[in-house]
């Protein structure tokens, strides 16, 4: 596989790359679903594709080595390490498009249908489809989209437009200005809906207002309430995550839970059970966390090995002792200085990458705090922020 593409846009640019499932010379996908709605566009690996993104091409050419047939994508919205500006991309699904032609010249490629134009920005740009006009996309904060030499799944490969090496240049002002214009337009209107959703459930005793802990929804459902139209799949996502952080981490079982809650939901005829399947589903496609910190890598572990990873006791113990490590880095801060949590969740986060680890378990931030707690470590209350009385020693 010629790689000259994606060793410039990582070396040369800075930007992180993910790999994806391809395309058989039978048109399917690689990941052997015959009913894959993403053929050659899903991520490879079942870590999350946010922690694999990597700029070391070394990474690159050992999965190479390794899966043989395979496809890349570039994560968006990420600041690049070369320009330190977001990779934003322009994905015009029609070659004729009048867009085409007004478009300056930046790095760009065909895919099955379109066209992506790569550009640099400074702003933080959403994810949207059809914004700037149909058929025409933005790929940004969180998004990827698939570059070549990948393989589209009509077959043919993604196909360069200009030389290899073409400059990515700032995205143009007339596109900045509709595309921030535009978002910010939807997330005025966004904000109204949901202060007139929430004023008029206060016409309706029996509808909870879900903008609250999940504790307090599960009592009022007890009670009788319902579940708002509009907020049942999020609000039900967010009970069943609290389900499987307190252990019902069986597909099962939190299937057989996600269907009793269909009763709590308003308008319930229009609910139905494939809807909760996926989003049980979705549930399951996170790593199961619990109430207890003690347990986060346990879980980790389980989570893991349900998903098809074979761990050996040698990288088991690799990641306990890692994570030891890291803690006993820590010691506590003289003179009253502290530091942020989110800080010391980032430099542990580098620690295990540090050490090789491309995926490893994360602790949720209050169950971060509950580990500093119990080794002894101590908040500093300030008028603003609280921080912690810690210094990370090298």
Not at 269 to 287: D, L, Q, W
Request: proline share 2%; net charge positive; aromatic share 10%.
């Amino acid at each position: 596989m010629d790689l000259s593409v994606i060793k410039f846009l990582m070396e040369e640019n800075g930007l992180y790359v993910i790999p994806l499932h391809s395309v058989k010379e039978n048109k399917l996908c690689t990941c052997n679903d015959l009913n894959c709605s993403s053929v050659g566009k899903h991520p490879l690996l079942k870590y999350s594709w946010k922690v694999v993104a990597t700029n070391d091409f070394e990474k690159v050419k050992k999965w190479v080595e390794k899966y043989k047939n395979i496809n890349f994508a570039v994560a968006t919205g990420r600041k690049s390490s070369k320009t330190n500006k977001n990779l934003v991309i322009i994905d015009v699904d029609d070659r004729e498009h009048e867009l085409n032609k007004l478009l300056p010249q930046t790095f760009c490629y065909e895919t099955g249908k379109g066209v992506h134009y790569l550009f640099w920005t400074e702003h933080k740009l959403n994810n949207s489809v059809s914004l700037i006009d149909n058929g025409i996309d933005v790929r940004a904060t969180n998004g990827y989209a698939v570059v070549p030499p990948s393989k589209h799944s009509n077959g043919k490969k993604y196909k360069l437009l200009r030389d290899k090496t073409q400059t990515i240049i700032d995205l143009p002002t007339f596109l900045l200005e509709r595309v921030y214009f535009k978002q910010e337009q939807n997330r005025i209107k966004k904000q109204k809906i949901n202060k007139q959703t929430t004023e008029g459930l206060k016409q309706y005793t029996n509808i909870i207002n879900t903008d609250i802990s999940v504790a307090e929804i599960l009592e009022n459902l007890k009670k009788g309430n319902k579940i708002p139209v509009g907020k049942r799949n999020e609000t039900c996502f967010r009970i069943l995550c609290a389900a499987r952080a307190k252990g019902v981490i069986e597909l099962e079982k939190l299937m057989e839970f996600g269907k009793s809650l269909i009763n709590f939901v308003d308008e319930k005829e229009n609910f139905t059970e494939e809807e909760i399947c996926v989003i049980v589903r979705s549930v399951m496609t996170y790593p199961a966390y619990n109430n207890c910190h003690q347990n986060v890598i346990k879980n980790y572990f389980i989570w893991l090995e349900k998903n098809g990873f074979n761990l050996t006791e040698e990288i088991k113990q690799k990641i306990i002792e890692i994570d030891n490590k890291f803690f006993n880095k820590l010691s506590e801060a003289t003179e009253n200085k502290g530091i942020l949590l989110q800080t010391i969740i980032d430099a542990r986060k580098q620690f295990f990458e540090k050490n090789g680890m491309v995926s490893y378990p994360n602790y949720k931030t209050q169950l971060f705090a509950k580990k500093l707690e119990e080794l002894g470590f101590k908040k500093i209350r300030t008028a603003t922020k609280n921080l912690w009385a810690i210094k990370i020693t090298e």
